[in-house]
């Protein structure tokens, strides 16, 4: 569902868009730019298939808005990026605005209770591009790459083999139609790149 549909179904106006646009074209951005924006929009409304309209409307706007402010600042910007979508939102009522929150903020640690479809469709159309070709999964880990720039090669090493040590440790996706769809490749890729990262600090596990 696109941003001016979403925010129409829950009685709010789409006049955000042009800010919204211009949040995600920020010249520091590489990956989270309004393509993976889109692309999450997609493939959680594919996971939702079958929800009732409000519910994918909010989903939808929770999708467009999860990474509207990004700094490579974990925690802060999700928690900037719920700001944001609240005062986007005009018009739309309290419920709605506080789901649409809820759902940004649980991308901090992509965790939610097993029973929240709405948060399952989001996480798992989230880390949708691990499970990408292995050619889509290169250009993905050079764009994070690019966007940490002003850490150092061996900071950075360090704190990415921590992030794929702590993603490969535990189930990736909360629905089966993810992991059907994703695991398989999602773990062959961060295997790949997790070994490429061990290697380079000496390390031939």
Same mark, same amino acid.
């Given at each position: 569902? =696109?941003?001016? &549909? ?27 730019? +309004? ?5 999450? /929009? #997609?493939?959680?409304?594919?996971? /939702? &298939? ?26 802060? &910007? ?20 506080? #789901? ?35 050619? =889509? ?7 994070? #790459? ?13 704190? @990415?083999?921590?992030? +794929?040590?702590?993603? +490969?440790?535990?189930? +990736?996706? @909360?629905?089966?139609? /993810?992991?059907?769809?994703? /695991? ?13 990262? @061990? @290697? ?6």
């Amino acid at each position: 569902m =696109q941003w001016p &549909d979403a925010v129409a179904a829950l009685g709010g106006t789409s006049a955000a868009w042009p800010r919204l646009e211009a949040r995600y074209a920020e010249p520091h951005r590489r990956y989270h730019t +309004l393509t993976h924006a889109a692309a999450v /929009a #997609r493939d959680s409304a594919w996971l /939702a &298939d079958g929800l009732a309209e409000t519910d994918r409307a909010i989903l939808a706007i929770a999708a467009w808005t999860h990474d509207v402010v990004y700094d490579a600042k974990p925690g802060e &910007d999700e928690r900037a990026s719920a700001a944001w979508a609240r005062k986007a939102l005009d018009g739309v009522a309290e419920a709605h605005v506080e #789901r649409v929150e809820g759902l940004i903020l649980a991308t901090i640690g992509h965790d939610a209770p097993p029973d929240d479809l709405l948060a399952t469709a989001l996480l798992d159309a989230d880390l949708a591009i691990l499970g990408a070709s292995e050619a =889509q999964y290169a250009v993905y880990a050079r764009g994070v #790459r690019e966007e940490y720039a002003k850490y150092p090669d061996d900071v950075w090493r360090e704190g @990415r083999i921590a992030v +794929l040590e702590r993603m +490969l440790s535990r189930p +990736l996706y @909360r629905s089966e139609t /993810a992991r059907t769809r994703w /695991a398989s490749a999602a773990e062959k890729n961060l295997t790949a790149e997790l070994t490429h990262w @061990r @290697r380079a600090r000496g390390d031939h596990r």
